[in-house]
């Protein structure tokens, strides 16, 4: 399945890009519901990254404090202010890509998250694609309470 979501924030991509290449901006979007660990002195996502290869595991807490899932976390690509490509597995999903591209618009920035995946339990696509739209439709309407949104949200789905 793949999963797209895309908005419009009023802040310029460097603004947004400080933000979301933390993980206390990672988390920020997720509040209240998930919270992602991380190891000491792995907090920022830049390019001196090592690429195309797990770097860490990260705990999905639910709320905070209770595991759900891990993200066996790597990037595949990661340009700052222009946005990442994770390529990951998970306890839940043999495969996730997420990519988000940050845009230059009018007024501010796009950011466009694309995210692809395979749930490792057969039939379970359709559920995991609803679960996945929700929490990045809320993590854009996080991102848009803090920058200013400039337009709708968008979330399309569509089959792998």
Known sequence: MTVTIHSEVA????????HVS???????????LL??????????LDDSLPLNRPLFRSWLLLFGVVPVDYDLIGFAALV??????ERSS????????HDRALTPVTGGCA?????????RMP??????????????RHRHRRLARRFG????????????
Request: charged share 20%; net charge positive; no cysteine.
């Open 90 to 97: 998970m306890a839940s999903l043999k495969l996730w890509h």
């Open 80 to 85: 700052p202010e222009k946005g990442f490509s």
């Open 123 to 136: 039939g379970t696509g359709r559920l995991a694609a609803a679960l996945v739209a929700f929490l990045f």
């Open 111 to 119: 950011v466009t998250d694309t995210l692809a995946f395979v749930p």
């Open 149 to 160: 949104a400039l337009g709708p949200i968008t979330v399309k789905l569509a089959p792998a």
């Open 22 to 32: 933390t993980f206390a901006g990672v988390n920020d979007e997720l509040a209240p």
């Open 11 to 18: 802040a310029p991509p460097r603004r947004v890009w400080d």
């Open 35 to 44: 919270r992602m660990t991380h190891p000491p002195g792995r907090d920022i």
